[in-house]
C-alpha cells in the first residue's frame, strides 16, 4: 500500500483514538513515521521517502515486527531481511556465487539500503560498491579502464562489466577460470563499434585468435595457454607506453617469463598482436606472408592444372584402348606380360609406411588447430582428449618424421658414394638415371607429357623415375627446412630464443602454417592422383606396399628403365622369385585404402573451411 496511504490512515486512526499496534496484530502496515520516530539516528524520512525503496512501508522488509509494543518493550527479536522476496533473479545469482560462499550478504554491499537510490548504470557507483572491500592497492582505478570509468566514460570496463553485478564467479587456476581469462576481454574488445567509438584497435582480439594461444582458447582449452589477462593483467591494464605496465618493452621479459621461464631480451621482442597482412608496421611477417601464399598458389595452379589435363586425357586413352580390345585388336602383345619384377625393397616399403603414418598423424593433430574456427576441428580435438593429447601425437610423429627424413640421407650418401652396383662417380650418379635428383631428360618428359595432353604425341615413357616422383622426393628436403626448421622452433621456444629474435618466432608462425597446408593439400590431392587416382591406377596403385610392379607395366610406363636393364643384361637380377602373399596384401591395401580415405576426407574438410571463411 503506497506511503501517503498509510499516512492518511495513522492520521484517520489516531483522530478516532485508536492505537496502531491493535492494527499491526491484525496484519496491516506500520507508518514508516512511527518507525522513524525511535529510528531518526540511522535515517530522515524524507531520505528514506526519496530511495527506491521509500514507496515501502518499514514492515514491507522487517515482516516480523507485528506487534508494535511488542517490539518496542524488545519482546520480539528482529529477524535478518529476507531481500530475495522481491529481489528473487538477483537473490538466485548471489545464492551461486563466491560472494555468497564467503558469507557475503545483500547488507555488506548494499550498506545504504534505506537511502538506497537506482544507479541508472552509472559505472562510477558500481565501482564505488567494490572498491569497499577490494582494489585495496587501487590497482583498478589506476588503470585506463579505472581511469576512464572515473572520468565518466561508461564504455570503459567496470567491476561488474567482467564479474557481473551478482553471479560472481570464483576465479580459479582451472578451466573455467582460465577461460575467464579470456572471455571477458573478448566481450567488448571484440565489438567494433565500441572500440572505434573509444579510439581503441580491435586487432588485438583477430590477432589473438589467430596464434597459436587464441586457437587453443577457440578449441575449447584455454587453461593450456595464456589468456589475455595473462599477459596484460586483470586489473593493472595500462597502455605500453606506461612504465608501470605489464606490456612496456622493460617489462616483457619479465612478463614473457611468467609462462616461458627462460626468456630472454631477444625472445620478448616476439609480435604477441603481429598482423601479418599489416605492411608498414610489420613488414617482415607481410613479405613472408605474400611470399607464402605465391608459393601455395603457383604450386596448386600448376599441378591442379596438370592434374586435370591428365585425367581427361587418361580417360580418353583408357575409352581408346577399351574400343581396341572390344575389336579384338591388342595395343601390344607381351610375352609373360604379369610376371612380376622387383621395384622396391622392404626398406623402402617400411620408410613409406612410416611416412604414411607420420604425415596422416601431422595432418590429423595440425588441421584442427589450423582451422580452429570450424566445428570439425572441436570435435577432433575433443576425440583426441585435448589440445594437450593432440600436441603430443603430432611431436611423436614429427619426430617419426625427422627419423625417416635421417634415413633418406643415409640412403643418399649410400647412393653417391658408396653403392656398387651403380656406374659413375658421385656426380654423374647424382644426374643419373637411377638419381631422384632433376636433370635435363625431365625438361623433355614434361614437354613430352603436356603435348600428350593436347593430343600432339604419344604418352611418353620414363626411366626409373618420373618427373612428379622426383617433385614429391625434393619437396620434402624443402618441406623439412620449411616445416620441420619451422616446427622445431615453436617447439623450443626457449631455446632458439637464446639467440634468435622473438619476431622469428611470428615468421616460423607463418611458415609452418602455410607449408603444412601447403605439404597436406598437396599430397592429398595432387599426389593422390599421380598415384593412386589417374585412370591408369584407379583405385589405387599397390607398388609401394609390396614393392612388385608387373613386367608389362614397367614396359608401358617405364620403358626406358626396362630398355637399359635389357641392353645391361640385368632383368632378370630384379625378377621376383614369390609374389606377396594375401594376407600381406588384404592388411596393406586396407592400411592404403584407409590412408586415401583419411586423406580426402581432410580435403574435403578443408575445402568447406575455406568456403566457411575459416582457416585463419
Known amino acids: 500500500m503506497p506511503l501517503n496511504v498509510f499516512k492518511f490512515m495513522s492520521m484517520?486512526?489516531?483522530?478516532?483514538?485508536?492505537?496502531?499496534?491493535?492494527?499491526?496484530?491484525?496484519?496491516?502496515?506500520?507508518?514508516?513515521?512511527?518507525?522513524?520516530?525511535?529510528?531518526?539516528?540511522?535515517?530522515?524520512?524524507?531520505?528514506?521517502?526519496?530511495?527506491?525503496?521509500?514507496?515501502?512501508?518499514?514492515?514491507?522488509?522487517?515482516?516480523?515486527?507485528?506487534?508494535?509494543?511488542?517490539?518496542?518493550?524488545?519482546?520480539?527479536?528482529?529477524?535478518?531481511?529476507?531481500?530475495?522476496?522481491?529481489?528473487?533473479?538477483?537473490?538466485?545469482?548471489?545464492?551461486?556465487?563466491?560472494?555468497?560462499?564467503?558469507?557475503?550478504?545483500?547488507?555488506?554491499?548494499?550498506?545504504d539500503v534505506h537511502t538506497h537510490n537506482y544507479w541508472k548504470n552509472d559505472k562510477r557507483i558500481a565501482v564505488a560498491k567494490c572498491v569497499q572491500c577490494h582494489d585495496k592497492e587501487a590497482m583498478y582505478r589506476k588503470s585506463v579502464h579505472g581511469k576512464g570509468v572515473a572520468a565518466g566514460n561508461m564504455d570503459s570496463a567496470a567491476c561488474h562489466d567482467c564479474h557481473n553485478l551478482h553471479a560472481i564467479d570464483k576465479v580459479a587456476n582451472d578451466h573455467k577460470g582460465r577461460e575467464f581469462h579470456t572471455k571477458v576481454c573478448m566481450k567488448c574488445h571484440s565489438d567494433q563499434k565500441l572500440m572505434v567509438r573509444n579510439n581503441v584497435t580491435n586487432v588485438a582480439v583477430k590477432s589473438y585468435m589467430e596464434s597459436y594461444h587464441g586457437k587453443n582458447y577457440r578449441l575449447g582449452f584455454p587453461d593450456k595457454v595464456a589468456g589475455c589477462a595473462d599477459c596484460h593483467t586483470a586489473h593493472s591494464v595500462l597502455p605500453k607506453s606506461d612504465p608501470l605496465s605489464s606490456v612496456n618493452p622493460a617489462n616483457m621479459m619479465k612478463q614473457c617469463a611468467t609462462c616461458h621461464p627462460k626468456a630472454t631480451p631477444a625472445f620478448a621482442k616476439f609480435y604477441a598482436h603481429g598482423e601479418m597482412t599489416d605492411r608498414d608496421k610489420y613488414p617482415i611477417l607481410y613479405y613472408t606472408f605474400v611470399c607464402m601464399t605465391t608459393l601455395l598458389l603457383s604450386t596448386f595452379t600448376v599441378f591442379w592444372i596438370h592434374s586435370l589435363l591428365w585425367m581427361f586425357r587418361g580417360f580418353v586413352d583408357n575409352r581408346e584402348?577399351?574400343?581396341?580390345?572390344?575389336?579384338?585388336?591388342?595395343?601390344?602383345?607381351?610375352?609373360?606380360?604379369?610376371?612380376?619384377?622387383?621395384?622396391?625393397?622392404?626398406?623402402?616399403?617400411?620408410?613409406?609406411?612410416?611416412?604414411?603414418?607420420?604425415?596422416?598423424?601431422?595432418?590429423?593433430?595440425?588441421l584442427p588447430l589450423k582451422f580452429s574456427d570450424q566445428q570439425w576441428a572441436h570435435f577432433m580435438m575433443q576425440f583426441y582428449g585435448g589440445s594437450a593429447v593432440a600436441g603430443q601425437i603430432h611431436r611423436i610423429c614429427a619426430g617419426i618424421t625427422f627419423v625417416y627424413f635421417s634415413a633418406a640421407l643415409l640412403?643418399?650418401?649410400?647412393?653417391?658414394?658408396?653403392?656398387?652396383?651403380?656406374?659413375?662417380?658421385?656426380?654423374?650418379?647424382?644426374?643419373?638415371?637411377?638419381?631422384?635428383?632433376?636433370?635435363?631428360?625431365?625438361?623433355?618428359?614434361?614437354?613430352?607429357?603436356?603435348?600428350?595432353?593436347?593430343?600432339?604425341?604419344?604418352?611418353?615413357?620414363?626411366?626409373?623415375?618420373?618427373?612428379?616422383?622426383?617433385?614429391?622426393?625434393?619437396?620434402?628436403?624443402?618441406?623439412?627446412?620449411a616445416i620441420g626448421g619451422s616446427g622445431l622452433m615453436l617447439w623450443f621456444p626457449e631455446f632458439f630464443g637464446l639467440f634468435l629474435p622473438g619476431w622469428a618466432f611470428n615468421v616460423a608462425t607463418i611458415v609452418h602454417s602455410d607449408e603444412a597446408l601447403l605439404a597436406t593439400g598437396f599430397i592429398f590431392s595432387v599426389h593422390f592422383f599421380n598415384?593412386?587416382?589417374?585412370?591408369?591406377?584407379?583405385?589405387?596403385?599397390?607398388?609401394?606396399?609390396?614393392?612388385?610392379?608387373?613386367?608389362?607395366?614397367?614396359?608401358?610406363?617405364?620403358?626406358?628403365?626396362?630398355?637399359?636393364?635389357?641392353?645391361?643384361?640385368?632383368?632378370?637380377?630384379?625378377?621376383?622369385?614369390?609374389?606377396?602373399?594375401?594376407?600381406?596384401?588384404?592388411?596393406?591395401?586396407?592400411?592404403?585404402f584407409m590412408a586415401v580415405l583419411t586423406g580426402l576426407a581432410l580435403v574435403v574438410l578443408m575445402v568447406l573451411a575455406f568456403l566457411s571463411g575459416g582457416g585463419h
Request: net charge positive; with cysteine.
Open 321 to 366: 584402348k577399351a574400343a581396341m580390345l572390344t575389336a579384338g585388336v591388342a595395343h601390344h602383345v607381351i610375352p609373360d606380360a604379369h610376371k612380376q619384377y622387383r621395384r622396391f625393397n622392404k626398406l623402402h616399403i617400411f620408410l613409406h609406411v612410416l611416412v604414411i603414418t607420420s604425415f596422416l598423424g601431422l595432418s590429423l593433430t595440425g
Open 531 to 592: 598415384t593412386h587416382g589417374r585412370p591408369e591406377k584407379f583405385p589405387m596403385d599397390f607398388i609401394i606396399f609390396n614393392g612388385q610392379i608387373g613386367k608389362e607395366e614397367m614396359i608401358e610406363e617405364r620403358g626406358d628403365q626396362w630398355k637399359r636393364y635389357e641392353a645391361a643384361g640385368i632383368t632378370e637380377q630384379f625378377a621376383c622369385k614369390k609374389t606377396s602373399g594375401v594376407l600381406w596384401d588384404f592388411i596393406f591395401k586396407g592400411f592404403g
Open 411 to 481: 640412403m643418399s650418401f649410400h647412393f653417391l658414394f658408396i653403392r656398387k652396383d651403380i656406374p659413375g662417380n658421385p656426380l654423374q650418379r647424382l644426374f643419373g638415371p637411377d638419381s631422384l635428383c632433376f636433370n635435363i631428360r625431365d625438361i623433355k618428359d614434361v614437354y613430352c607429357m603436356v603435348r600428350w595432353f593436347f593430343f600432339k604425341g604419344p604418352k611418353p615413357t620414363f626411366e626409373r623415375w618420373t618427373y612428379w616422383e622426383k617433385f614429391d622426393f625434393v619437396a620434402v628436403f624443402w618441406g623439412m627446412f
Open 12 to 111: 484517520v486512526l489516531l483522530a478516532v483514538g485508536f492505537a496502531l499496534p491493535a492494527y499491526a496484530e491484525q496484519g496491516m502496515a506500520i507508518d514508516p513515521a512511527t518507525c522513524l520516530g525511535c529510528h531518526s539516528d540511522k535515517m530522515t524520512i524524507q531520505a528514506f521517502a526519496a530511495s527506491v525503496h521509500g514507496k515501502n512501508a518499514c514492515t514491507s522488509c522487517h515482516i516480523d515486527i507485528i506487534d508494535l509494543a511488542k517490539h518496542m518493550r524488545k519482546e520480539l527479536k528482529v529477524q535478518k531481511v529476507q531481500c530475495e522476496r522481491c529481489h528473487k533473479k538477483q537473490n538466485s545469482e548471489h545464492y551461486a556465487s563466491v560472494h555468497a560462499e564467503k558469507g557475503v550478504t545483500c547488507a555488506q554491499c548494499h550498506t
